[in-house]
């Protein structure tokens, strides 16, 4: 009799601390879905002529996956003239938004001016996070006007 209870107790035992930690569970599943990311690119030259492009080589490093990350590019350009296009020859419009469709990409930027260039690139995802790049482009012409001739003496 006294082992019929021993039992009973421990079995109500179990019993309230199941219910005690199965209460404290949330039903919904809490998944992540914005996960941190940064676009990493190989050294780009600073010096253009008007017409010349640059390659820009670009990496799009995310920390985690998530299946239905969305991913697009936009440019600004602040000095300056220029073209801008991705490597599979979608050429872009100032701030309109395009799809990155691979992690690893590249961007022609073609000058078309002699003065100084600035433009800043926008990477966004489909939750909010964005990764800004910025790149400067200096006037060959420009700085041969700032050189001293050494020829002359």
């Not at 990311?37 to 995310?62: D, H, N, S, W, Y």
């Not at 000058?111 to 939750?127: G, K, L, P, R």
Request: glycine share 4%; aromatic share 12%; proline share 3%.
């Amino acid at each position: 009799m006294r082992k019929k209870i021993l039992n009973t107790i421990w079995v109500m035992g179990v019993l309230a601390l199941a219910g005690f930690c199965l209460s404290a569970c949330d039903h919904e599943l809490d998944i992540q879905q914005a996960y941190p990311f940064t676009v990493e690119t190989m050294p780009v030259q600073k010096r253009i002529a008007k017409g010349q492009t640059a390659e820009i080589r670009c990496t799009l490093k995310r920390k985690r996956r998530f299946e239905d990350a969305r991913y697009t590019i936009r440019y600004f350009q602040s000095d300056g003239k220029d073209s801008l296009k991705m490597d599979n020859g979608t050429v872009f419009k100032p701030n309109d938004r395009y799809p990155i469709i691979k992690e690893k990409f590249r961007l022609y930027y073609t000058s078309a001016s002699t003065d100084q260039q600035t433009i800043d690139v926008y990477v966004e995802d489909n939750f909010g996070q964005t990764a800004k790049l910025s790149f400067e482009f200096n006037s060959q012409r420009d700085e041969e006007k700032e050189k001293p001739n050494e020829n002359k003496k």
